[in-house]
């Protein structure tokens, strides 16, 4: 038997096992034919989303042919859930998916016209849950903040500022930031140069000359400021 027609009787084959159960043997009910359809689907890494949340909105592809089931088919429905970046899916045949979760996280409170949300290093505003939020988080202040917080939050990073060291930030509209520390020390940070006013702020901290002092301003490029 040559290769062509080796693949046209698997292909024949196939086609069988999934249009046809013989009725004598089956032990699903009658005209139903389950081999192939999804029947599984396994949540890993998710610690933030709830999997039942996500099992409720992948509800639709049960008992879907496995072959046909592509990622958007599964990740179209998910977009709207807090904290999701991204998912992997994988076919586990005869009928079972694994989906792997990626999550956004979770970097500060944010308050905007009286209200509390959670703030996460993808930029996105969610409605604050307590439990969530049991954590500590600071709290970031100011009217427009949560479009320049990330991109400063990201500099701090990068910078190799003591983030478990803040307390509060507060923004000010004309493109600046303070902060304040858990010891009540308070940074000014400047509304432009703020990389290079970043890393003096970090090697400030780590002076013991500057240790008494409770304000440190750095808004006026190439002087500091204290009291």
């Known amino acids: ?101 990626y999550e956004t996280k979770p970097v500060a409170i944010l308050f905007k016209n009286k209200n509390k949300f959670i703030l996460d290093n993808s930029s996105n505003l969610i409605k604050f849950n307590e439990s969530i939020s049991k954590n500590d988080f600071p709290r970031v202040f100011g009217n427009g903040a949560e479009k320049d917080f990330i991109i400063f939050f990201k500099q701090l990073e990068k910078n190799i500022f003591p983030i478990k060291m803040i307390n509060n930030y507060y923004y000010f509209q004309i493109g600046r930031w303070d902060i304040e520390l858990l010891n009540k020390k308070i940074i000014k940070f400047p509304s432009n140069k703020i990389e290079s006013a970043i890393k003096k702020s970090v090697e400030l901290l780590k002076r013991e000359d500057f240790k008494d002092y409770n304000i440190i301003d750095l808004r006026i490029h190439g002087k500091i400021i204290v009291e």
Not at 32 to 49: A, G, P, R, T, V
């Open 1 to 101: 038997m040559n290769k062509a027609y080796r693949i046209t009787f698997l292909f024949i084959l196939l086609f069988i096992l999934t249009t046809y159960t013989p009725s004598g043997l089956s032990v699903f009910p009658k005209n139903e034919n389950f081999f192939l359809k999804i029947q599984y689907i396994k949540i890993k890494n998710n610690n933030l989303i709830d999997k039942d949340k996500i099992i409720k909105k992948l509800s639709h592809i049960y008992n879907k042919n496995i072959f046909f089931i592509k990622q958007d088919d599964i990740a179209r429905p998910l977009k709207e859930i807090d904290f999701l970046k991204k998912i992997e899916v994988k076919k586990k045949y005869p009928n079972s998916l694994i989906i792997k979760i």
